[in-house]
């Protein structure tokens, strides 16, 4: 079983439409994170979450919203989709906020905007 | 500038030699993570260092936490190496991540 899984794998979408990401891990994580991927291949962090509160939140535009179920969900939603939203966004999990745990990404959701 | 600085940023090698691929850091850190990123997109964790050396198969990780630098090593290269490797430092608060280093291994 993928520990942890994201869906859609790709996704197309007009600008101004509203669409999320999923990210489920199965390895009892209590930290869940969203990274984007921008098209010179920087990484940059979105959002944490532990325990379904968020932690960090990093200065990403308010369309942008963490939406956490349970410990094991974490799925991003985006309003109002614009062209810059165009990247490749990472779902990953660690052990929990304590410093130096592994971090396990997901294989990535490959959002363009048109 | 980035707080993390990574080199070379493009690699090509012939199979068989030894890589090395730098990362220069400027915060205080607990943590530095080595990721590999497949041609397909995926993100792989390899080494997580706090301090001293990490061997695994072929890849070595060292770190020097006084100078704020680390080293991820391949020995005896081999085209499946040919990936995107990114270094990332945690400082306990939040990530930063280095630009990536893209790597090709020749038959």
């Known amino acids: 079983d993928t520990a942890v899984s994201q869906t859609p794998k790709y996704l197309v979408t007009q600008m101004g439409n509203d669409k999320s990401i999923k990210c489920e891990q199965n390895?009892?994580?209590?930290?869940m994170y969203w990274y984007k991927q921008d098209s010179k291949k920087f990484l940059k962090i979105m959002f944490s979450?532990?325990?379904?509160?968020?932690?960090i939140n990093e200065t990403v535009p308010n369309r942008f919203s963490p939406k956490s179920p349970d410990k094991a969900h974490l799925n991003l939603h985006i309003n109002s989709l614009e062209l810059g939203d165009s990247a490749v966004y990472f779902c990953?999990?660690?052990?929990?906020?304590?410093?130096?745990?592994?971090?396990?990404f997901g294989e990535g959701s490959w959002l363009t905007v048109v | 500038k980035n707080e993390v600085e990574q080199s070379p940023q493009n690699l090509t090698a012939q199979e068989g030699e030894f890589i090395t691929i730098n990362c220069s850091y400027s915060?205080?850190?607990?943590?530095l993570h080595w990721l590999q990123q497949h041609p397909g997109g995926g993100i792989v964790s390899l080494f997580m260092?706090?301090?001293g050396k990490k061997k695994h198969g072929r890849l070595i990780a060292t770190i020097n936490i006084q100078e704020k630098h680390s080293s991820l090593h391949i020995t005896a290269s081999h085209p499946r190496d040919s990936a995107v490797y990114i270094c990332?430092?945690?400082?306990?608060?939040?990530?930063?991540f280095g630009t990536g280093t893209s790597l090709t291994v020749i038959p």
């Open positions: 990953a999990s660690s052990q929990d906020l304590t410093s130096g745990n592994t971090i396990y």
């Open positions: 390895l009892g994580h209590d930290t």
């Open positions: 979450y532990n325990n379904k509160e968020l932690i």
């Open positions: 915060v205080g850190i607990s943590a």
């Open positions: 260092l706090s301090s």
């Open positions: 990332a430092v945690d400082t306990g608060n939040q990530f930063y």
